[in-house]
């Protein structure tokens, strides 16, 4: 009988692709991040010259000094270059308007060059020209450029840095033709520039220590990620491995069992031929306690290997919901803390405190329920915290948290009709909290995919007239979510209604099942990410931990129900 191979020579190859999708939330968060902080630089290091930049384009644009701006003087010489009537004077004309732009330009710089730096954002300027493109001269040549250059060289060294130059295009009447203003200046700003190259390097050191920190950070959760999982799968291939082997020295025993078995019955047989039939009958016996035996065998398996799948579904669940959960619960600290500060500086009489009270209040909230949300995931439904929850409220708090939402947020209508008085269930609440909005949340995904299918309907329309009418039916169109409640003798019902897609047969049949959806298929809904197929599964499961029932109608194009049957709890 030959060994089994050890762990260390055939061991299984590490899955990476499976684990892509769990890191993809730590890798996402981690490129927001980066590029927050490198926008964040970006602005802070490029704003006060663009600042400059708009305060000599509007000099150059606004400045009048034959009551007249550039780019007027600049339009009636391209025009009268392009002038199809010419009088005798044409020439003159031409060459006085060139004359004319010529000295609004030295107009233009000459108190610069009087004033050369005395003030802060008064600018030194040591070109300004106007270059012409489609423009013919007198000469039916392209026309000259003009210009007028600063006698006072350029700086050199370090003060050449601070050089600028502004290129625009003013509006012309003539199709085809351009003009090009071209300014070189320098803004005498004193130490500004200085503040804003320290201010630059600050904000690159803030950069660095946020970065790395949180770079290093990543990738140690990573490599613990791949670490703890390479030791699982290593783990469970070692138990499959062993099973296997236990298994063929098992069967290898049976197998000699009956050989010597046989061999007894044949001696037997040699022997007494009278007790032949006895011994036949005996042989009989056995073979039918080992069919027994491996029948035992087998529904132990089955149900150990159903065990194993409600684990993994339920750890698969509570490690993406907890990872997302406390992400966003470490992502509000910061939020709290500013607010908190500018409620602070703000005062007690300020007409902004109440909206930031408002603001700090409904980050609590969020932050409870984060909390109570990385309670649940931690524990197995199996093993619920198990109260007498009034399913009535239940369904009455649901439509409360989620109505302005899903009227401000989602576009559709969440409404409940719910009986009075309680209708009290065993059960545990934060699971069936989880479990009903896990579906309010599947009939938005459905009221989403239902507008885009109208809009993508009306498109198709070859009539005009057809598909503009259609198109205001699809922009009309709203999605709507119901919540009803109402008593079936000894149990209560709960219903989920939307006017969504609707589901066919073959999807119905298989919406429970673990990692199936149809959301991969159609990309996005309304900036929301397509699921990964666990909501239904979470309820069924919640549902099958409670005793209840859970039923679905459906019909492409009409919409879908969920209910929710329990048992009324004895009083």
Same mark, same amino acid.
């Given at each position: 009988m030959s060994s089994s191979p050890s762990p260390a020579e055939a061991a299984p190859p590490l899955p990476v692709w499976r684990y892509v999708g769990r890191l993809a939330p730590l890798a996402v968060l981690w490129a927001v991040l980066v590029g927050l902080l490198a926008w964040l630089l970006y602005t802070r290091a490029n704003w006060s010259e663009e600042s400059d930049r708009a305060d000599v384009r509007e000099w150059l644009d606004n400045t009048r000094v034959f009551r007249k701006t550039l780019a007027e003087l600049v339009r009636e010489y391209v025009d009268l270059l392009h002038a199809e009537t010419r009088g005798p004077d044409h020439h003159d004309r031409v060459t006085f308007k060139r004359a004319e732009i010529e000295e609004h330009l030295r107009a233009m710089v000459e108190p610069t060059r009087m004033y050369a730096g005395q003030l802060p954002l008064f600018p030194n300027v040591y070109a300004l020209e106007i270059e012409f493109a489609g423009v013919p001269g007198l000469d039916e040549r392209p026309a000259d450029p003009v210009g007028w250059v600063s006698p006072k060289p350029r700086p050199g060294g370090p003060a050449k840095a601070q050089l600028r130059t502004l290129e625009y295009e003013p509006a012309l009447n003539r199709t085809g033709a351009r003009a090009t203003v071209r300014c070189v200046y320098q803004l005498h700003s004193f130490n500004r520039m200085q503040k804003q190259q320290d201010e630059y390097r600050i904000w690159q050191s803030v950069a660095a220590v946020v970065l790395v920190p949180t770079t290093l950070l990543a990738v140690f959760l990573v490599a613990r990620f791949l670490r703890r999982e390479r030791t699982r799968e290593l783990e469970k291939w070692r138990a499959a491995a062993e099973a296997e082997h236990r298994q063929r020295e098992l069967l290898?025993?049976? @197998?000699?069992?009956?050989?010597?078995?046989?061999?007894?019955?044949?001696?037997?047989? #040699?022997?007494?031929?009278?007790?032949? *039939?006895?011994?036949?009958?005996?042989?009989?016996?056995?073979?039918? /306690?080992?069919?027994?035996?491996?029948?035992?065998?087998?529904?132990?398996?089955?149900?150990?290997?159903?065990?194993?799948? #409600?684990?993994?579904?339920? *750890?698969?669940?509570?490690?993406?919901?907890?990872?997302?959960?406390? %992400?966003?619960?470490? +992502? +509000? @600290?910061?939020? %709290? !803390? +500013?607010?908190?500060?500018?409620?602070?500086?703000?005062?007690?009489?300020? /007409?902004?405190?109440?909206?930031?009270?408002?603001? #700090?209040?409904?980050?609590?909230t969020v932050t409870e329920r984060l909390q109570q949300i990385l309670r649940t995931v931690r524990r197995d439904p199996a093993s619920a915290e198990v109260t007498q929850v009034d399913a009535h409220a239940l369904l009455r708090d649901t439509e409360r948290t989620w109505a302005e939402t899903g009227r401000d947020k989602w576009k559709l209508a969440v409404t409940a009709a719910v009986p009075p008085g309680p209708a009290l269930v065993t059960g545990d609440l934060s699971h069936l909290q989880?479990?009903?909005? %896990?579906? @309010?949340?599947?009939?938005? !995904?459905?009221?989403?995919?239902?507008?885009?299918?109208?809009? !993508? /309907?009306? #498109?198709?329309?070859p009539d005009p007239p057809a598909r503009r009418q259609k198109l205001l039916d699809a922009a009309a169109w709203k999605g709507e979510v119901h919540l009803a409640a109402r008593r079936d003798g000894d149990h209560v019902v709960l219903e989920v209604r939307d006017n969504g897609i609707g589901m066919t047969d073959e999807v119905r049949q298989n919406c429970l099942k673990t990692h199936f959806t149809t959301k991969r298929d159609n990309a996005l809904y309304e900036g929301y990410s397509a699921g990964m197929g666990l909501g239904l599964s979470f309820v069924a499961m919640v549902m099958e931990h409670h005793g209840a029932a859970l039923e679905i109608e459906s019909a492409p194009l009409r919409g879908t129900t969920f209910r929710l049957r329990f048992p009324l709890a004895k009083q």
């Open positions: 290898a025993a049976q @197998v000699e069992r009956e050989l010597i078995e046989r061999n007894l019955l044949e001696s037997r047989v #040699k022997q007494q031929e009278a007790e032949h *039939a006895t011994e036949e009958l005996g042989r009989k016996l056995l073979e039918q /306690e080992l069919e027994a035996a491996k029948l035992e065998n087998r529904a132990a398996d089955a149900e150990r290997t159903a065990l194993e799948m #409600k684990s993994q579904l339920y *750890a698969s669940i509570g490690i993406m919901a907890g990872s997302y959960a406390h %992400n966003i619960k470490n +992502l +509000l @600290v910061r939020p %709290n !803390d +500013l607010i908190a500060r500018c409620m602070e500086a703000a005062g007690p009489d300020d /007409e902004q405190t109440g909206m930031l009270e408002e603001v #700090k209040s409904t980050l609590g989880q479990a009903l909005e %896990n579906l @309010v949340f599947n009939a938005r !995904d459905a009221t989403f995919e239902m507008r885009n299918y109208l809009r !993508d /309907e009306a #498109k198709r329309e």
